[in-house]
């Protein structure tokens, strides 16, 4: 596989560069925006890790220019990254975001799970991947959503979200199961989920302040509803019987709209 690194650090390029070749990755440098878009046209690589703040041009529109022109895997990074700055990067086309200092491996593991989605996506969305509810209706293999006939594209991250949980309609899905099932972290990282959420809700919902169909569950996780559900945006578990979740059936007790 083959990736590129781009950051003006020169020892932390240096450093993982080192590293990521010793776990069998052919790599790539750049140390500007300008030299990152001319790496990456001339090598192709499978992955690339950005930082936000590269000089000349900085890593946010670089991952614009390269998301609407390739399906390279993108990883942005950047020291003090903001909520906007990770919604504004989603938007653009990566597909995580990850925080300055970074660990090694925590870096590996993060390359290792997008990749490793990246393959498997295809196959898992590819008998259903036309998904309709009420007027929703999901292309995931072409990462599509419309609503009410209105196309908004979708970045790969956001249609396995949403494809999850329209797959799952009616069922609350604990946060940390998303991110295993749509980043293949262990991590639980709440963070990661929320920030997707809400920029998935501008695509789909009527008001995305007050969402019909993508619910928080406060203190657990999301559901999708087919039906609108209005009101707050959150629901209310029925106090019987007690919440319990199979990750393999993802099987969950009745859920009730809180009102207005």
């Not at 936000?52 to 990883?75: K, N, W």
């Not at 590996?108 to 989605?117: D, H, P, S, W």
């Not at 302040?209 to 996780?221: C, D, F, K, L, S």
Request: hydrophobic share 40%; aromatic share 4%; net charge negative.
């Amino acid at each position: 596989m083959k990736m590129l690194i781009a950051d003006n650090d020169r020892d932390l390029v240096d450093m993982l560069t080192y590293w990521l070749r010793g776990h069998g990755y052919e790599m790539l440098r750049a140390f500007d925006g300008i030299q990152a878009v001319e790496q990456w046209r001339k090598g192709q690589p499978d992955l690339v890790l950005l930082d936000a703040e590269l000089p000349r041009i900085d890593g946010f529109e670089v991952c614009r220019r390269m998301s609407s022109e390739s399906t390279s895997l993108l990883l942005l990074i950047g020291n003090n990254l903001s909520e906007e700055d990770e919604v504004r990067a989603f938007s653009l086309g990566a597909d995580d975001c990850l925080h300055k200092p970074l660990s090694p491996r925590r870096l590996l593991a993060r390359i290792r799970a997008l990749t490793r989605r990246a393959v498997a996506a295809p196959h898992a969305v590819a008998g259903d991947s036309i998904l309709t509810a009420g007027p929703i209706r999901l292309d995931a293999m072409r990462h599509q959503v419309s609503r009410d006939g209105h196309m908004s594209r979708l970045t790969p991250i956001e249609s396995r979200l949403l494809h999850l949980l329209m797959t799952h309609s009616g069922q609350v899905l604990p946060t940390a199961l998303i991110v295993e099932r749509v980043w293949g972290y262990d991590d639980g990282d709440t963070g990661l989920v929320k920030t997707h959420i809400r920029h998935l809700r501008q695509k789909v919902e009527r008001d995305p302040a007050v969402p019909e169909h993508i619910q928080t569950v406060p203190g657990v996780g999301y559901t999708f509803m087919d039906r609108p559900a209005h009101g707050n945006d959150a629901l209310a578990l029925d106090p019987m019987p007690a919440f319990a979740l199979d990750h393999a059936a993802l099987s969950t007790p009745t859920l009730h709209a809180v009102g207005a």
